[in-house]
């Protein structure tokens, strides 16, 4: 529960910083892309940009997890493949000479 009230306020702390430095720097901007031309206000492109890379980044630890989590299932199955065989078949460390 205060977890969730500390994240909630520093979401907003972070929402009220963005807007004070959207605000605070409302020269124009040409933004280019390559598709148009936008113009903004330069607060609103930086924030603009950083949650862009925010979410990108978010993105690929997604896909970077997920791909940790299909390896350890491999691995488990695999561990449980080598288990179930019989042990006759598994030589001992003794038995190599």
Excluded: H, Y
Aim: proline fraction near 5%.
């Amino acid at each position: 529960m205060f977890r969730r009230f500390l994240q909630i306020l520093l979401f907003l702390a972070l929402a009220a910083l963005g807007l004070i430095f959207g605000a605070l720097n409302p020269q124009p901007v040409d933004v280019e892309l390559a598709f148009t031309r936008l113009t903004l206000p330069l607060g609103l492109a930086l924030v603009c940009t950083l949650v862009i890379g925010l979410l990108a980044g978010i993105l690929w630890r997604i896909s970077w997890i997920a791909q940790l989590l299909a390896e350890r299932g491999r691995l488990r199955r695999a561990l449980r493949d080598a288990e179930s065989r019989p042990k006759d078949l598994v030589v001992s460390p003794d038995a190599r000479g």
